[in-house]
């Protein structure tokens, strides 16, 4: 599987961006996507995924209310819509897939596959 996002850019404090993942290759019903994130000089932290076959979201605690992440299962495509950007979302952000069950942002599974990131740049 080849996961390629696009979507990043410059925006104000307030706006919105609206990040895509688009995967080559077959996805199951058992896996899980998602959106990571690294801010310069920390560590890629999880940000948001997305149950593949039944919708089941989650998020980081920060981003709760302001991102919203979906799927377009017809197209293997993902999604992160996100608004009221803060300068503290800056960061490239990276799509990615688990499979058979796995859980995305657990400390004990790591993902798959991993897409090129996106940068997202938020000015104040």
């Known amino acids: 599987v080849q996961l390629q996002a696009c979507g990043g850019g410059l925006v104000q404090a307030g706006g919105s961006l609206r990040l895509s993942c688009a995967a080559s290759g077959s996805i199951f019903s058992r896996d899980a996507m998602g959106w990571f994130r690294q801010a310069p000089g920390k560590e890629r932290k999880f940000v948001a995924s997305?149950?593949?076959?039944?919708?089941?979201?989650n998020y980081l605690d920060s981003v709760k209310g302001r991102f919203t992440i979906s799927r377009d299962s017809a197209k293997n495509t993902l999604f992160l819509q996100m608004n009221s950007l803060k300068p503290e979302d800056t960061a490239v952000y990276s799509c990615?897939?688990?499979?058979?069950?796995?859980?995305?942002?657990?400390?004990?599974?790591?993902?798959?596959?991993w897409g090129q990131g996106t940068e997202v740049t938020v000015s104040s």
């Open positions: 997305i149950n593949w076959r039944n919708g089941w979201t």
């Open positions: 990615a897939l688990i499979r058979d069950g796995g859980v995305l942002g657990s400390r004990t599974a790591s993902p798959n596959y």
